[in-house]
């Protein structure tokens, strides 16, 4: 079956600590997403890739970082600069090219972070 | 700047009845608008997208209206079950857009 394989579910954190998050798919899908949840919120973009070896910001990338070397993947690491960073994390891809407006977003199960 | 809301952050509605759920979107001029689903702990779900030369579109039990006037989207769920319970999320979406901006949701319970 295709989908978006999100990993690890569930991960800890010390302070101070860089952790990557995995995301992969197998739709064959040309975009794909990171957004962050916070309880009783929206999801907020952290960065987006089209193509392999390109990505761009979103709203908050800050202390975010990501790679898009392979089209199937897409992996975000959360570095130490992240001032808050427990949250649920979602990774998505799309199958148009990002900019026709008729993107519909296939999602993982998510990944929720807890820094102790 | 761009915001989105969509109504009170919970509704409550006894099972059978129509629950309808509002997306308001001001400083965007959205060529289509989409709805998700989403349950707790999960990644949401894509349920329907409607075009702004659309004004309805239907799926079943699900209908979504989108008057570019009132910049609104409108989402109906008829005859509701428990197990419609869960968050429902919009997104309009610029034609240009290269990246979808979603509201923060509306929680659903559906009372048996």
């Known amino acids: 079956d295709g989908g978006i394989t999100q990993s690890p579910k569930y991960l800890f954190r010390k302070e101070g600590q860089n952790v990557t998050l995995s995301c992969e798919q197998n739709?064959?899908?040309?975009?794909m997403y990171w957004y962050r949840q916070d309880p009783g919120q929206g999801l907020r973009l952290i960065y987006y890739?089209?193509?392999?070896?390109?990505?761009q910001k979103g709203d908050i990338a800050e202390g975010y970082s990501v790679s898009r070397e392979k089209k199937e993947s897409f992996p975000l690491t959360v570095t130490s600069a992240q001032k808050n960073p427990t949250a649920f994390y979602l990774c998505?891809?799309?199958?148009?090219?990002?900019?026709?407006?008729?993107?519909?977003?296939?999602f993982g199960a998510g990944s929720r972070l807890t820094v102790l | 700047s761009q915001k989105i809301e969509q109504n009170s952050e919970a509704l409550n509605i006894q099972e059978g009845k129509t629950a309808t759920l509002t997306c308001n979107y001001t400083?965007?001029?959205?060529?289509?608008l989409q709805w998700y689903r989403q349950d707790p702990g999960r990644g949401p779900v894509f349920l329907l997208l409607?075009?702004?030369?659309?004004k309805e579109k239907r799926k079943e039990r699900l209908k979504v209206t989108f008057d570019t006037t009132l910049k609104q989207s409108l989402f109906h769920i008829t005859a509701s079950q428990p197990a419609d319970s869960a968050t429902y999320l919009c997104?309009?979406?610029?034609?240009?857009?290269?990246?979808?901006?979603f509201g923060s949701g509306t929680q659903l319970t559906v009372l048996p």
């Open positions: 409607i075009r702004e030369n659309e």
């Open positions: 997104a309009p979406v610029s034609g240009s857009a290269r990246q979808l901006t």
């Open positions: 400083n965007y001029s959205p060529a289509y």
């Open positions: 739709l064959n899908h040309d975009a």
């Open positions: 998505a891809s799309s199958m148009l090219g990002a900019g026709t407006g008729a993107n519909v977003l296939t």
């Open positions: 890739s089209q193509i392999v070896n390109d990505f």
